[in-house]
């Protein structure tokens, strides 16, 4: 080869300034739990999934209370009157920052459950804009139902769990969340079996699926020490790690680990 050809290909194999490899950014991943019924153990989940996520990522797990009309995720944490809520937020009074909080190294913006003013549709996603350079994942605790404030929260996802019971009512309502997740073109991880009981009248688990059309990612046992926690304001990932419900909290949360890091 010429040496005046070798230098050409030298020059372009030679690394060149602002080219190269690009360390990209943290961008949160968003993740919103939803449920069409109340009861199922949405907000428990939140709690459990968010301790357990935590306990890996340290503080790059935020969970934020978007049940914006009965907010009970800082009752589930022990703090019945948070300082600052996203109430506050969505009120004008501070920035998005100042309302984070921190439990047992989960950073949390929780709800005012005293707040009695009229609550406007929000766009969601927007507030949460400055967060999601600050945080590897964003865990978003939704109302119950499908309505307004579960569509605000839904369009600030990137992805969302649906959690159920294994019975039929709740099953039934399960495909309107399904509908709504189709609607707005939010993809599905999978769906978290809550509370099963074992009872005759409870519907196996390959049935569940079958009628879903979707995986099973979680099947979390019925435990009293679960209502127990609740009470006492510890997940119980925290408050009873060896409990049935606290073990399959935590696989479900390595899973999530795992389905993070695959991007």
Same mark, same amino acid.
């Given at each position: 080869?010429?040496?005046?050809?070798?230098?050409?290909?030298?020059?372009?194999?030679?690394?060149?300034?602002?080219?190269?490899?690009?360390?990209?950014?943290?961008?949160?991943?968003?993740?919103?739990?939803?449920?069409?019924?109340?009861?199922? *153990?949405?907000?428990?989940?939140?709690?459990?999934?968010?301790?357990?996520?935590?306990?890996?990522?340290?503080?790059?797990?935020?969970?934020?209370?978007?049940?914006?009309?009965?907010?009970?995720?800082?009752?589930?944490? *022990?703090?019945?009157?948070?300082?600052?809520?996203?109430?506050?937020?969505?009120? *004008?009074?501070?920035?998005?920052?100042?309302?984070?909080?921190?439990?047992?190294?989960?950073?949390?913006?929780?709800?005012?459950?005293?707040?009695?003013?009229?609550?406007?549709?929000?766009?969601?996603?927007?507030?949460?804009?400055?967060?999601?350079?600050?945080?590897?994942?964003?865990?978003?605790?939704?109302?119950? *139902?499908?309505?307004?404030?579960?569509?605000?929260?839904?369009?600030?996802?990137?992805?969302?769990?649906?959690?159920?019971?294994?019975?039929?009512?709740?099953?039934?309502?399960?495909?309107?969340?399904?509908?709504?997740?189709?609607?707005?073109?939010?993809?599905?991880?999978?769906?978290?079996?809550?509370?099963?009981?074992?009872?005759?009248?409870?519907?196996?688990?390959?049935?569940?699926?079958?009628?879903?059309?979707?995986?099973?990612?979680? $099947?979390?046992?019925?435990?009293?020490?679960?209502?127990?926690?609740?009470?006492?304001? $510890?997940?119980?990932?925290?408050?009873?790690?060896?409990?049935?419900?606290?073990?399959?909290?935590?696989?479900?949360?390595?899973?999530?680990?795992?389905? $993070?890091?695959?991007?």
């Amino acid at each position: 080869m010429p040496k005046k050809g070798f230098r050409e290909l030298l020059s372009l194999l030679k690394p060149k300034r602002g080219r190269g490899i690009k360390i990209r950014p943290k961008r949160a991943r968003a993740i919103g739990i939803f449920s069409c019924k109340g009861g199922v *153990g949405k907000t428990t989940t939140v709690a459990n999934i968010g301790l357990c996520l935590a306990s890996y990522l340290k503080d790059d797990v935020l969970a934020v209370d978007a049940n914006l009309g009965a907010p009970n995720l800082g009752l589930h944490l *022990g703090e019945l009157n948070p300082s600052v809520t996203i109430h506050d937020v969505l009120a *004008g009074e501070v920035p998005i920052e100042e309302a984070i909080t921190k439990y047992h190294g989960l950073q949390t913006i929780l709800g005012s459950i005293a707040y009695g003013e009229e609550i406007h549709l929000i766009d969601l996603g927007d507030y949460l804009k400055p967060l999601k350079k600050k945080h590897k994942v964003i865990l978003i605790d939704s109302a119950p *139902g499908i309505g307004a404030e579960v569509v605000a929260a839904m369009k600030a996802c990137d992805e969302m769990l649906i959690v159920t019971n294994p019975e039929v009512p709740t099953i039934a309502s399960t495909l309107k969340t399904f509908r709504m997740a189709e609607r707005f073109k939010i993809p599905i991880i999978g769906v978290v079996v809550n509370r099963v009981r074992g009872e005759p009248f409870e519907l196996p688990i390959k049935d569940v699926k079958r009628a879903l059309g979707w995986p099973i990612i979680a $099947v979390v046992p019925e435990d009293a020490r679960v209502r127990e926690s609740t009470a006492a304001g $510890v997940p119980i990932a925290r408050y009873k790690p060896k409990s049935r419900a606290a073990v399959e909290f935590r696989r479900l949360s390595e899973y999530l680990i795992e389905h $993070v890091a695959k991007g």
